[in-house]
């Protein structure tokens, strides 16, 4: 296969250019393991890509990307986020997964001038350059606020961005996106403004269809992505044709004597108050069959009754639980039901 056929002549890898895909994968092996098995993959005959979801809300599965497809997706983040060749690119999410090949895969098909550097929490600590686009987790976001300003555009994902951090962003220069999306969808298929004129709901990249089915869930249409309707466990609103609000996951709701909450909004108003990692959730209760319950990771402490100001008496937790630390996929995100299972 020729490189030619794959890769934008512009593209770089941790500064170098390349003639053909062997002097790119003798490269990339020096580089990582995981980022000289993926290009393999990527260079091979077939004509899709295996990759492993997170397991954040389920058991982690394996599926099949088309490749075709993940370049698709690959040139609607350039023309939404107008990031076209020899953009300088930071990649420091795992390559094992999803958002980390994605980034790849930009870089291939967009021409970007792309650095790989080991996953951390971390991600700018000894880097001085400066970038035009990069993409990372909540935890690497809020280790990363002082050096900020070296990344021009940052889409967050992998996690909900605190109102503490959304605060903080707004001191910086960067201007910052939250994204949705799934492995599914290959990666995002809506981003959020963060800061410098934030917006209240997410907007869909192009050539993307949104409608909900009958318990309020996002129903996705994306056929540059996806062959098969994407039907998921988000409730939202949808506010215009390309314009959707995201209240929370239904696998989620807590059904606490006959009221319906979304723990995911509960939380969006706690976390004004509580800086340490928590969450919120419903465990089992004879008299309302589910007591909804807060979780924070941290030693115990006293809680002031002021925290729970702004939440309406059926959204006040009946029971506060203090876990030293919460279990977590490798890609950082909390394992409800496994952490509710240490107390």
């Known amino acids: 296969m020729s490189l030619k ?18 002097e790119l994968l003798e490269f990339s092996a020096s580089i990582s393991n995981a980022l000289h098995t993926f290009l393999s993959d990527w260079f091979s005959e077939k004509p899709f890509v295996s990759v492993t979801t997170s397991g954040s809300t389920g058991k982690p599965k394996n599926i099949e990307l088309q490749k ?7 040139q609607a983040t350039g023309a939404l986020f107008q990031i076209g060749e020899k953009t300088k690119a930071l990649c420091c999410l795992p390559i094992d997964f999803i958002a980390g090949k994605m980034m790849l895969v930009r870089a291939m098909t967009l021409g970007w001038h ?18 035009d686009f990069s993409a990372m987790v909540p935890l690497q976001v809020r280790n990363s606020l002082e050096k900020l300003d070296q990344v021009r555009k940052l889409i967050v994902g992998g996690g909900v961005v605190s109102f503490e951090l959304q605060q903080q962003l707004q001191q910086v ?28 709901h997410y907007q869909t990249l192009p050539n993307i269809a949104i ?37 929370g996951r239904y696998d989620n709701v807590i059904n606490s004597g006959g009221i319906k909450l979304h723990p995911e909004e509960i939380e969006r108003k706690l976390s004004e108050f509580i800086e340490n990692q928590f969450f919120v959730a419903g465990i089992a209760d004879e008299e309302l069959g589910e007591k909804l319950v807060l979780v ?14 702004n939440l309406s008496k059926y959204e006040r937790p009946k029971q506060i639980y203090f876990v030293k630390e ?11 039901n496994k952490t509710l299972d240490l107390i």
């Not at 075709?68 to 690959?74: D, R």
């Not at 220069?173 to 959020?192: D, F, L, W």
């Not at 129903?219 to 044709?241: F, G, H, L, Q, W």
């Not at 030693?299 to 009754?305: D, G, H, N, T």
């Open 173 to 200: 220069s960067t201007q910052v996106y939250a994204t949705y999306g799934m492995t599914e969808t290959i990666t995002h298929i809506a981003v959020k403004k963060l800061n410098h004129g934030a917006w209240n």
């Open 326 to 336: 919460f279990v977590e996929t490798e890609t950082k995100k909390i394992q409800r």
């Open 68 to 74: 075709e497809f993940m370049k698709n997706s690959a």
């Open 114 to 131: 792309i650095d790989v550097v080991a996953p951390s929490s971390s991600p700018l600590e000894g880097i001085h350059k400066k970038y």
């Open 5 to 22: 056929n794959w890769v934008h002549k512009e593209f770089q890898l941790n500064g170098r250019s390349f003639s053909d895909e062997k």
């Open 211 to 247: 409608s909900t089915d009958d318990r309020n869930c996002l129903v996705i249409d994306a056929p540059k992505v996806s062959k098969e309707r994407v039907v998921t466990n988000d409730v939202v609103k949808i506010i215009s044709s390309n314009e959707f609000e995201w209240k």
């Open 296 to 309: 924070i990771e941290s030693e115990a402490y006293s809680i002031s009754e002021n925290i729970f100001s």
